[in-house]
T-cell receptor, first 112, second 117 residues
Framework: KQEVTQIPAALSVPEGENLVLNCSFTDSAIYNLQWFRQDPGKGLTSLLLIQSSQREQTSGRLNASLDKSSGRSTLYIAASQPGDSATYLC???????????FGKGTKLSVIP | DVKVTQSSRYLVKRTGEKVFLECVQDMDHENMFWYRQDPGLGLRLIYFSYDVKMKEKGDIPEGYSVSREKKERFSLILESASTNQTSMYLCAIPAGTGYPLSNQPQHFGDGTRLSIL
């Protein structure tokens, strides 16, 4: 059974810093890996999707990488801003399925 | 813009009641998903539907059923609500274009925070 782990569970950084969030998964047979953002009391917002054949995806200040063979992904946030404060969730879509398996998230606080 | 609408943001019900949570999408997608989210446990899939009247169990289907009579609407039913079903419930659909559908990012509704007293 697929398991997804996110480290650290919480992170606090000063504004302007670059930071990396980590995600690992146990079964490398995946279609894709997705990163989401969740603000308190709200639903999830899709940030980036990396297909299994890709190594990375970029959107603005966000860059996500995927190393399928080692079961790891990172989300890099450049020049962090207070508006980036949220919980970031990683999820993998298993091969042959539409089902997402989620990590428990990293709660990010960017201090002005 | 993709729209996934959940009928209620907050809901309070009593133990033993039959509870209906509704989700409506405007993308004409075959696939719709119901998750619950709990502190320390993360998001877990309850049920998903891959077409009208078609459904499959997710990781935690016990105590729940679903209904998909029309393509745009997917209902989650708590047959006899219990306090351990107090949670945040989230509906989602794949939200891109093109194929395969499994490579489309999932788009979520705003969630329903359900309290069972």
């Amino acid at each position: 059974k697929q398991e997804v782990t996110q480290i650290p569970a919480a992170l606090s950084v000063p504004e302007g810093e670059n930071l990396v969030l980590n995600c690992s998964f146990t079964d490398s047979a995946i279609y894709n890996l997705q990163w989401f953002r969740q603000d308190p009391g709200k639903g999830l917002t899709s940030l980036l999707l990396i297909q299994s054949s890709q190594r990375e995806q970029t959107s603005g200040r966000l860059n996500a990488s995927l190393d399928k063979s080692s079961g790891r992904s990172t989300l890099y946030i450049a020049a962090s801003q207070p508006g980036d404060s949220a919980t970031y969730l990683c999820a993998v879509c298993g091969a042959g399925s539409y089902q997402l398996t989620f990590g428990k998230g990293t709660k990010l606080s960017v201090i002005p | 813009d993709v729209k996934v609408t959940q009928s209620s943001r907050y809901l309070v019900k009593r133990t033993g009641e039959k509870v209906f949570l509704e989700c409506v999408q405007d993308m004409d997608h075959e696939n719709m998903f119901w998750y619950r989210q709990d502190p320390g446990l993360g998001l877990r899939l309850i049920y998903f539907s891959y077409d009208v009247k078609m459904k499959e169990k997710g990781d935690i289907p016990e105590g729940y059923s679903v209904s998909r009579e029309k393509k745009e609407r997917f209902s989650l039913i708590l047959e006899s609500a219990s306090t351990n079903q107090t949670s945040m419930y989230l509906c989602a659909i794949p939200a891109g274009t093109g194929y395969p559908l499994s490579n489309q990012p999932q788009h979520f509704g705003d969630g329903t925070r359900l309290s069972i007293l």
